[in-house]
């Protein structure tokens, strides 16, 4: 059974920033792109970043082009995907879930749909 177990959240001033970690149980984790999602308060839950199985290739909603970073630790076990948040800004604050992909030919898919296993979810608040 796959799982997701999330990390990072918290409370933090604009400007400032966050790492969320989300490790993956259960799934040969080399062979699975990875993604994050938030949803915000009385919004529809929406793409923010992914990451293909082998690390290469990233894709980013365009909201947080050049403040946050995917990354993924493939070669050392830990299982693990990761998204530094800089320049935090308040509309940032949403409730942060990392995804695997359905398949292992993901190609930039921003639908949740395209992602079958997800994690608890982690609080991001960021205050004025």
């Known amino acids: 059974q796959v799982q997701l177990v999330e990390s990072g959240g918290g409370l933090v001033q604009a400007g400032g920033s966050l790492r969320l970690s989300c490790a993956l149980v259960g799934h040969t984790f080399s062979r699975v792109a990875m993604g994050w999602f938030r949803q915000a308060p009385g919004k529809e839950r929406e793409f923010v970043a992914a990451?293909?199985?082998?690390?290469?290739?990233?894709?980013?909603t365009d909201s947080v082009k050049d403040r946050f970073i995917i990354s993924r630790d493939n070669a050392n076990a830990k299982n693990t995907v990761y998204l530094q948040m800089n320049n935090l800004k308040p509309e940032d604050t949403a409730v942060y879930y990392c995804a695997a992909a359905r398949t292992i030919w993901y190609t930039g898919s921003v639908l949740p749909g395209d992602f079958g296993s997800w994690g608890q979810g982690t609080q991001v608040t960021v205050s004025a």
């Open positions: 990451i293909d199985s082998r690390g290469i290739r990233t894709y980013y």
